[in-house]
């Protein structure tokens, strides 16, 4: 039992030394536009912050534009450090003071002189009303900043656990040790606030644009907090500077919430034709039409098909109407599917042989490539103006004019079909239909052993 008793009154004890305070905020971002007033995009994201003496920890997470991830900061030496928790890598956040007082600024209307000083002065000026937030009465508040475009408005209430002296110091951290008097009279209104600014909210218009941020305060309370959290850890890599970090964290949640995006669509696997379902459901959106080729763009945060799109655009998607095939390429942060038609007709790009063209999955239109091969077995039989010699094929070229058979032969242009030779087969090239000796020489995607009946007697239906 005496041991027993030690061991609580030891907890005890540790606890109350070592007590610190967590702190969680949610920060939304609201983007308005036109009249009456349209939702543009909206985010939200949230921080977690553990405090115990001059460190702590603040871990965000949410759909912000900018998140720091994970950060350590030290008021005693004014340090603060960027975790890389997937790849353990540790890095310092370098603040450089003039441009921390710059966004300060930024954020809160204020304006700078030529010197770069403060050249604002600005104060609090009570609203009268007041609004529970995080479990207290928070009295209003609007910041005169002298702006026209934008207006801070800031909820203060008393907390056990909080005052306006961890919002200013939170404030001094951003501008390094940069001061000037305006600058300390700015301070000095948060200072006297009455209590904790448990909500900030800053409205921005521009162009008849309005961007609206609130920062609220959603829980703090006090709770032990272990020492080993609020160093980076031994394991830990060091880099030299954050600014690498923090653009790989930016690129690395930006590509995973590409992806998420596309498997919440379904569009997150390569599509798998089935004798159910030959082709890919239209992507949403409408569809452009560019010159011979139709395309289906869906993304994330790509811009709207009809903004991108000049000329040709449509709310229907593409036609499916005698179609070869659809090219599809999702390795970017949008889904992309350009259809090809068999009425192109284009000698140099035979709709047969697209594949080789299509830096994604090609899906095939089992009824197009049958057309297309049909028709081109029917032009090499009532055409075959002139055919490409090499020493073990010969090329039934796709040429309309001498120009275009001369430019697509590697060997000796003739005129006429390809002479009746013991051919094995047929090959199916981009520019032509090849007559082969031996399988070896087909390069092109379909290879036809050679039938008692000349290929050209009879097209293929």
């Excluded at 308005?32 to 921080?47: C, D, H, N, Q, Y």
């Excluded at 006090?222 to 060091?238: F, G, H, T």
């Excluded at 009425?343 to 239109?365: A, T, V």
């Excluded at 007559?435 to 050679?450: D, I, K, S, V």
């Amino acid at each position: 039992m005496t041991k027993t008793l030690l061991a609580v009154a030891l907890w005890l004890a540790a606890t109350s030394a070592h007590a610190g305070v967590v702190i969680v905020k949610e920060v939304r971002t609201r983007v308005v536009s036109g009249a009456p007033p349209k939702l543009l995009g909206e985010t939200k994201s949230r921080t977690t912050t553990w405090r115990e003496g001059p460190r702590e920890r603040s871990t965000q997470d949410g759909n912000a534009l900018m998140l720091l991830g994970t950060t350590l900061y030290d008021a005693g030496t004014g340090e603060t450090w960027v975790l890389d928790e997937a790849h353990k890598t540790a890095a310092p956040l370098k603040v450089e003071p003039l441009a921390g007082l710059v966004l300060l600024a930024a954020d809160y209307g204020l304006e700078l002189d030529k010197t770069g000083a403060l050249a604002t002065s600005a104060w609090f000026r009570a609203l009268g009303d007041s609004e529970t937030i995080a479990g207290a009465p928070a009295a209003h508040y609007l910041l005169e900043n002298g702006s026209k475009t934008t207006r801070i408005e800031v909820w203060a209430a008393s907390h056990p656990a909080l005052s306006s002296a961890d919002w200013v110091a939170a404030l001094r951290r951003r501008l390094g040790r940069k001061t000037d008097p305006r600058l300390e009279q700015f301070l000095a209104a948060w200072t006297g606030l009455p209590g904790y600014p448990v909500r900030v909210r800053t409205t921005v218009s521009v162009n008849g644009t309005t961007v609206v941020i609130d920062n609220t305060l959603v829980e703090a309370r006090s709770e032990p907090i272990a020492a080993a959290l609020l160093r980076v850890p031994n394991d830990y890599v060091r880099e030299t500077d954050a600014a690498d970090l923090l653009v790989s964290q930016y690129l690395s949640r930006e590509k995973e919430k590409d992806q998420a995006f596309l498997r919440d669509h379904g569009l997150g696997k390569s599509f798998v034709p089935t004798a159910a379902r030959l082709l890919p459901p239209p992507l949403p959106g409408g569809s452009c039409v560019q010159k011979d080729d139709c395309y289906e763009r869906f993304g994330r945060d790509s811009t709207p098909l009809q903004e991108g799109c000049a000329t040709g655009y449509s709310d229907q998607p593409c036609s499916r109407t005698r179609l070869l095939g659809i090219c599809v390429e999702t390795t970017q942060p949008t889904a992309f599917y350009r259809y090809l038609s068999v009425d192109l007709e284009r000698w140099k790009q035979p709709e047969l042989f697209i594949q080789d063209e299509c830096s994604g999955q090609f899906i095939e239109n089992p009824a197009g490539v049958a057309e297309a091969k049909a028709r081109a077995r029917a032009f090499v039989a009532a055409g075959g103006q002139w055919h490409c010699k090499h020493p073990y094929h010969c090329v039934d070229l796709f040429a309309q004019t001498a120009a275009d058979a001369k430019a697509s032969c590697s060997g000796q242009v003739h005129q006429g079909p390809c002479p009746q030779e013991a051919w094995v087969g047929s090959c199916w090239e981009r520019h032509g239909l090849s007559r082969l000796t031996q399988n070896t020489y087909c390069t092109g995607t379909y290879f036809e052993p050679a039938s008692p009946a000349p290929v050209a007697a009879t097209p293929s239906p």
